[in-house]
T-cell receptor, first 112, second 116 residues
Framework: DSGVTQTPKHLITATGQRVTLRCSPR?????VYWYQQSLDQGLQFLIQ???????AKGNILERFSAQQFPDLHSELNLSSLELGDSALYFC???????????FGDGTRLSIL | AQTVTQSQPEMSVQEAETVTLSCTYD???????LFWYKQPPSRQMILVIR??????QNATENRFSVNFQKAAKSFSLKISDSQLGDTAMYFC?????????????FGTGTRLQVFP
């Protein structure tokens, strides 16, 4: 058990819809990261938050947004969903720069 | 831009034997971190080992060890006494350094099958 909790584990929805993925980091970790794992793109960094503030953006689409709340949990919002958004979305957390990132079990998103 | 290359898409090994997975990376940075993550069929991402670039000593975690060659930009993972539970996808990953965003840059992975 990594200590990082992601909900839900599975999501099935249709094109054009909007979903919210939730992540609770390990106790004490201030950094939260979101990654997307798809068959064609591999593991890609989406966005990082540190103590409530956005720290870095990667290959995140404009249709996607995220935030980190005062209690340090984070949400990834995906809107106007397309078939190509089907993927496994991971949240990870760490104590700080250069420290190991511990991953949640992921949310598998399927777009029909 | 930093890149991570894993040139072995698939490997197999017999139980109790030793196997080495290769990873090379490209960076102009002098301070960075390297990781190996394991992803079993359950799809969890599990940290296997971490290496700090400024440390010359190779990291070791039980049956897992690395051969870190900084000049060659090589970071291979050796699994000794392979077990059936080691069957998984293994990803090599890189973090640029502690003073910038520490996003992980992943290689494409090596699928390891351990046979009885």
């Amino acid at each position: 058990d990594s200590g990082v909790t992601q909900t839900p584990k599975h999501l099935i929805t249709a094109t054009g819809q909007r979903v919210t993925l939730r992540c609770s980091p390990r106790s004490g970790d201030l950094s939260v990261y979101w990654y997307q794992q798809s068959l064609d793109q591999g593991l890609q960094f989406l966005i990082q938050y540190y103590n409530g503030e956005e720290r870095a953006k990667g290959n995140i689409l404009e249709r996607f947004s995220a935030q980190q709340f005062p209690d340090l949990h984070s949400e990834l919002n995906l809107s106007s969903l397309e078939l190509g958004d089907s993927a496994l979305y991971f949240c990870a957390s760490s104590e700080g720069a250069g420290q190991p990132q511990h991953f949640g079990d992921g949310t598998r998103l399927s777009i029909l | 831009a930093q890149t991570v290359t894993q040139s072995q898409p698939e490997m197999s090994v017999q139980e109790a034997e030793t196997v080495t997975l290769s990873c090379t990376y490209d960076t102009s940075e002098s301070n960075y971190y390297l990781f190996w993550y394991k992803q079993p069929p359950s799809r969890q991402m599990i940290l296997v080992i971490r290496q700090e670039a400024y440390k010359q000593q190779n990291a070791t975690e039980n049956r897992f060890s690395v051969n870190f060659q900084k000049a060659a930009k090589s970071f291979s993972l050796k699994i000794s006494d392979s077990q059936l539970g080691d069957t998984a996808m293994y990803f090599c990953a890189f973090i640029k350094g502690p003073y910038d965003t520490d996003k992980l840059i992943f290689g494409t992975g090596t699928r390891l099958q351990v046979f009885p």
